[in-house]
């Protein structure tokens, strides 16, 4: 049956210092992807994006300004209020307790208040989107118009805090029309892929191999992908290796210039006091859209040797030629701006550089054919020119000997332009671009396991006897359905059967189930949890998962022992299966009994456990390993991924 067209697709690129929004109106007939330009604030130009700012004044719990707004003079210098920015990478627990040791101060003071601001933010956005896009719709109107909003994540999130996110922007607004539907789609650096594969498809050749870079404000995601059917309308891409990011990104060279500047200010301040405080000076410079504008030149043609910053209330008698200030402002030279552009280039360069060691080791023979750059920081002349020398002939890699640096169309809006495109093409031709992913990690359950006394693995372990048959059992395995690195479809699902024992009169419906991830690479994963009840470090409990059965036709259940010959007890058997779709940075489930899924209200209820505080291991493996390459099957298909003789606890 053909897939119900909607009347607008929205993709959302939430970013750590400015948000893009792409859309395409097909109540009009229209297919073009288009982007919202036109923000509060800036009335009379065209944005590309909106800042992702918030302004509170004190003690109170609505925000007086957002985006554009917050950046008049008013907002962000008046003493009665708060200026918050730089936020998206707080919504991880490691990533504020790190940010709240460096900076106690002025980080934030609690995860609550991390959710707050998100969902202050985008109620807002979510208020603009509907007033924009509302008088573009054709007969239908917005509560009752078939509305489609795609989010795109950072890969360094975990399926819990991608969770923790589709929570808050429900509650900001988004999907809860009837007609509103809200997903996350693709990770950044796949989305800014997508993108630049539907918008420069010309550049690619069959069999070409894309290394994605896509350096944004806060973090930097990589993706390595190969093309395919270049010879149809339908170019199609397919990943090689898991995708991986780390916090690298435009905000860090604006936090080490506004470091830089104060402490210049405040040595100019031993000498002779400045009007103001040099925090508050350097965080104005740091600001101010002179700084900004200069930032994203640098490298260009019109790179000026030295550059100027003014200093609010500065009487231009004031001079410090030592600090380099004069006539109200304070001098910067190239030399000094590019030392802080530099820091982030040598970790971007250490990430290409750990992406194409482990390609070599993957797929040792195939060439990366491009590095394509997206994103602000990917936006940057200078990066782009940095990027070009230290790769000319493959920087040392033997595997990207004509590697090309290019730039994707339109870089700052790549992302949120990939999500609409990639929905469009999904429904044009009945399939995405990116037709298959690495799994991101191995997913699997805790379980029990039949007792084997010559298998080593069950020696010393807690064993169980089963009363309903009698059998021995080992407890606290690990049944792994999945493996990182597997490659999977957004459309395949992997299903993992399970039975239960029940004697008659038993009233029990609902069974939990503990989901269990880890990032490890195949050969280390674990087989069961230690004798303390833990796992190995590279483990953790993902999610508990509680299967309700309450709907399930219980004449389907399967009674056994019911002869009064029989042995063991008498007992009903349920079987069931626990279907997972996990997409590019989330997990979902759902329950299936008799071959047909239960779609009794929240039939699965998931409680997501804390992200663990691990740092995620890079994809270089190590010199004695040999990975094993993925293969992409003509029709993949993923049957039960038990271990033998193994049951559901």
């Not at 229209?30 to 009335?43: A, H, L, N, T």
């Not at 896009?133 to 994540?153: D, G, Q």
């Not at 250490?350 to 482990?358: E, F, K, R, Y």
């Not at 495109?421 to 999904?426: E, N």
């Amino acid at each position: 049956m053909e897939e119900r067209r909607p009347d607008v697709i929205v993709g959302i690129d939430f970013g750590m210092t400015a948000t893009g929004v792409s859309y395409a109106n097909l109540s009009i007939g229209s297919e073009s992807v288009r982007w919202i330009q036109k923000w509060p604030g800036r009335g009379q130009s065209n944005e590309n994006k909106v800042p992702t700012i918030l302004v509170y004044p004190h003690h109170q719990q609505n925000p007086s300004s957002w985006g554009f707004l917050s950046e008049t003079v008013a907002e962000q210098n008046a003493p009665d209020k708060e200026y918050k920015d730089w936020f998206k990478t707080f919504l991880d627990p490691a990533r504020l307790g790190q940010k709240q040791a460096e900076d106690p101060v002025y980080s934030p003071r609690s995860l609550e208040e991390v959710e707050r601001l998100y969902e202050d933010y985008h109620r807002l956005l979510y208020k603009h989107i509907e007033f924009k896009l509302s008088v573009e719709l054709s007969i239908v109107s917005w509560h009752s118009a078939s509305v489609e909003f795609i989010f795109s994540v950072p890969t360094t999130w975990p399926p819990q805090i991608v969770e923790k996110y589709r929570e808050i922007v429900k509650r900001a607004g988004f999907a809860q029309c009837k007609n509103h539907t809200l997903s996350i789609g693709l990770t950044e650096a796949e989305a800014a892929a997508v993108h630049t594969s539907l918008e420069a498809s010309g550049i690619f050749q069959e069999k070409d191999i894309l290394l994605v870079c896509d350096a944004g404000g806060g973090t930097t995601d990589l993706s390595v992908l190969e093309v395919s059917d270049t010879s149809t309308n339908a170019l199609s891409l397919k990943q090689l290796d898991v995708v991986f990011g780390a916090t690298i990104g435009s905000a860090a060279i604006d936090y080490d210039f506004e470091a830089y500047a104060r402490s210049r200010l405040e040595l100019a301040n031993l000498t002779s006091p400045l009007p103001m405080s040099p925090e508050q000076v350097a965080w104005e410079m740091m600001k101010s859209r002179d700084f900004q504008n200069t930032k994203c030149e640098h490298g260009g043609p019109d790179d000026a040797p030295v550059f100027s910053l003014p200093i609010s209330k500065l009487d231009p008698a004031y001079v410090n030629q030592t600090m380099g200030i004069e006539y109200g402002e304070m001098k910067f030279t190239r030399e000094e701006l590019q030392r802080l552009f530099d820091k982030q280039v040598q970790k971007l360069v250490g990430l290409i550089d750990t992406q194409l060691q482990n390609m070599q080791k993957k797929h040792p023979g195939q060439q990366v054919n491009h590095l394509i750059l997206a994103g602000g920081l990917g936006h940057s002349p200078y990066v782009q020119d940095r990027l070009r020398a230290r790769f000319l002939k493959g920087g040392g890699h033997s595997n990207a000997a004509n590697i090309q640096v290019r730039v994707a169309p339109d870089p700052q809006l790549a992302v949120c332009k990939g999500l609409v495109g990639d929905r469009l093409r999904r429904l044009k031709f009945g399939k995405p671009v990116l037709m298959y992913r690495c799994c991101r990690a191995s997913y699997g359950t805790i379980c029990k396991e039949l007792y084997n006394k010559n298998n080593p693995l069950h020696n010393g372990r807690s064993m169980y006897k089963d009363p309903m048959n009698g059998k021995l059992y080992v407890t606290q395995s690990i049944a792994w359905f999945i493996r990182k690195g597997k490659p999977i479809t957004s459309d395949e699902s992997i299903t993992h059967s399970f039975h239960r024992k029940m004697t008659p009169g038993d009233p029990r419906r609902a069974f939990p189930t503990s989901i269990v991830e880890s990032y490890a690479d195949e050969p280390f994963l674990p087989h069961h949890m230690d004798a303390g009840g833990k796992f190995s470090p590279d483990a953790h409990v993902l999610c508990e998962i509680e299967s309700d059965l309450s709907g399930a036709d219980e004449s389907k259940f399967k009674e056994k022992n019911k002869r009064f010959w029989s042995i063991g007890k008498h007992y009903f058997r349920i079987d069931y299966e626990i279907k997972v779709l996990i997409g590019p940075a989330d997990v979902r489930f759902e329950l299936w009994f008799n071959g047909q899924k239960l779609s009794k209200d929240q039939p699965i209820k998931v409680d997501w456990q804390a992200p663990q505080i691990i740092e995620l291991p890079a994809p270089l493996e190590p010199e004695n390993r040999v990975s094993e390459m993925p293969t992409y099957p003509a029709h993949a298909t993923n049957g039960p991924a038990e271990m033998n003789g193994m049951q559901q606890s």
